[in-house]
Structure formats: C-alpha cells, structure tokens
C-alpha cells in the first residue's frame, strides 16, 4: 500500500479481511469504494466504522487507488498470438 495520509486506517480496518493486494489491486471514485464499503456492511457483516475512520479510508482510497480509465493491458501484437484453432478455413 502507499503510505500516506490514512494508510493506517486502510491497514486497520481493511486488512482484518483482505490482502493489502487486493486492496492495491482495486481501483474506484470516492462513491465506488464508498458503495464497496456498504455492500460489504449490508452483506458481510462488516461492522458500522466510525465516521472519521470511514472519512479516511475513502479519501485515501479514493486518492491512491482512483478510478482507472482502463484496467486492462494493450492487445498482443497479432504476430504474437498463436494460430487459431477454430478458426474456420478458408
């Protein structure tokens, strides 16, 4: 995780559950990992945070792991890839 400000809590309250990695894996606005937190509230049986330590813990997800404009890799180069298979002859 990257230390700065609000780390700790992440590592508090976060870590009871999850790897650190699949924190710094995940990426999302304010209101996505806000909606993460519920889900897992109303789901998991996360237990309510007190509204400082929620306050942080969305500020420095939201700061360090915003949301991505894509999370996926650039394509292979086509002369990479293997042949096909299935792919119908001509």
Avoid at 46 to 70: F, H, M, R
């Amino acid at each position: 995780m990257i230390v700065a400000e609000g780390w700790q809590n992440v590592q508090a309250n976060c870590t009871e559950c999850h790897s650190s990695l699949l924190i710094t894996q995940n990426s999302g606005s304010r209101a996505v990992w806000e909606s993460r937190i519920r889900w897992m509230q109303n789901t998991q049986g996360l237990k309510a945070l007190d509204p400082k330590v929620e306050e942080s813990i969305l500020n420095y997800l939201a700061t360090n792991y915003g949301q991505k404009s894509s999370s996926r890799r650039a394509p292979l180069n086509i002369l990479l890839m293997p042949n096909n298979p299935f792919k119908p002859e001509d």
